[in-house]
């Protein structure tokens, strides 16, 4: 009996939240996992550090590969040097506030990077099929909630427009030269992992901080912005699904809910025992030049086409995030009390 090949995927943005369990994911169903990462002086795979294998090992399934979206020719020789079955197209400068500060690069590393991840994936012999990582931040000033696919796109950021660009040339792709691309539309998703200059993640932070009197206040901007919260562990099984699809597609995927910043704080500060209003300060220097009021989508067809329903309740994400750093924290405050200095970022 012939032994089946087993599967190999290519992701950009591995170090990242979803990259780390997306690979996880990946991992756990007997894969090959490939993983791009970009060159620094600082390593920056803390994420991704527990799934490292030794490479003088016969069986190594996971491999880290130095690259750039701002370098085509790069990922050419590399797509054609791994030959992946999967592309997952993860990496992106991702945070909505920066992307009005550094907005040529926004667009040049997650638009233009994503049209050369595409020309390469389209110079592949092999076809592979491929995952674009779309944001609910296309949607912006949205005429309906909830979103759904067939909603039309008001990018209110530098980002969002940068991932309309990148969605359309998914499609454009897939119609123009039959190439097996879906569009994930994927609503805010957190974690442990999640990045600390992103609103829910600070928030965790300084709530444990400040529970264990290492932080006084926690400066936000607008609290009143709803968004629909998930968690990214489940977000990258519904990412895997699609492109097991016999038919590529565009997909929301979403809880089908949505709370606001305040709400996050309450709960975050009252699973501590604390009154967020007590430490929570809003200054109009972290309020962004365009704000979107609600974000709630519907992942319909996601149900509908391959059985895909969020695990992970608000609570129990926001309550996953507290525990975490709560540890942290308390790992954090021994370090201070033999000597050691830290800081943390506490703006919006």
Same mark, same amino acid.
């Not at 791009?36 to 294998?53: D, P």
């Not at 040097?81 to 907005?103: T, W």
């Not at 389209?122 to 944001?135: C, D, E, F, T």
């Not at 519904?238 to 995927?253: C, N, R």
């Given at each position: ?21 997306? =690979? ?19 390593? +920056?795979? $803390?994420?991704?550090?527990? !799934? ?14 130095? +690259?750039? !979206? ?21 990496? =992106? ?5 920066? @992307? ?10 997650? +638009? !233009? ?10 110079? *592949? ?18 005429? $309906? ?29 897939? $119609? =123009? ?8 539309? /994927? ?30 206040? *926690? ?80 992942? @319909? ?18 309550? /996953? /995030?507290?525990?975490?750093?709560? $540890? ?6 021994? *370090?201070?009390? =033999? ?10």
């Amino acid at each position: 009996m012939l032994e089946q090949k087993r599967k190999r995927a290519f992701l950009t943005g591995i170090s990242g939240q979803d990259g780390s369990y997306l =690979a996880e994911f990946l991992l756990s169903k007997d894969y090959e996992v490939h993983g791009l990462i970009r060159k620094h002086s600082i390593f +920056g795979t $803390e994420r991704i550090a527990h !799934l490292y294998q030794d490479p003088h090992e016969p069986d190594v399934r996971l491999s880290l590969h130095y +690259g750039d !979206l701002n370098d085509g020719s790069n990922l050419t020789a590399l797509l054609k040097e791994i030959q992946p079955d999967e592309v997952y197209h993860l990496g =992106a400068q991702s945070h909505v506030k920066v @992307s009005f500060l550094n907005p040529i690069y926004t667009v040049e590393t997650d +638009g !233009l990077g994503t049209l050369r991840l595409l020309e390469a994936v389209r110079g *592949l012999g092999n076809q592979p099929r491929y995952y674009q990582a779309s944001s609910s931040e296309m949607y912006g000033l949205a005429a $309906e909630v909830p979103q759904r696919e067939s909603t039309s796109f008001h990018p209110c950021s530098p980002y969002a427009c940068a991932k309309v660009f990148a969605f359309w040339q998914t499609v454009n792709y897939r $119609e =123009a030269y039959a190439l097996h691309a879906s569009n994930g539309i /994927m609503f805010n998703h957190e974690s442990p992992r999640r990045g600390e200059t992103f609103v829910t993640r600070k928030i965790s932070r300084a709530a444990t901080r400040i529970k264990l009197g290492l932080q006084e206040r *926690l400066y936000l901007g607008n609290l009143e912005p709803q968004r629909d919260w998930g968690f990214a562990g489940d977000y990258v099984e519904a990412m895997w699904l699609m492109l097991q699809q016999d038919e590529p597609d565009d997909y929301v995927i979403a809880t089908g809910e949505s709370h606001c910043v305040r709400e996050f704080c309450e709960l975050a500060f009252g699973l501590l025992d604390l009154d967020y209003k007590d430490f929570v300060v809003v200054d109009p220097r972290y309020f962004r030049p365009l704000e979107i009021d609600v974000l709630q989508g519907d992942a @319909s067809r996601a149900r509908i086409k391959f059985g895909w329903t969020p695990k992970v309740s608000f609570k129990e994400l926001v309550t /996953m /995030m507290i525990e975490s750093d709560l $540890e942290l924290a308390k790992r954090e405050k021994l *370090l201070l009390e =033999a000597g050691y200095a830290s800081t943390v970022n506490s703006g919006y």
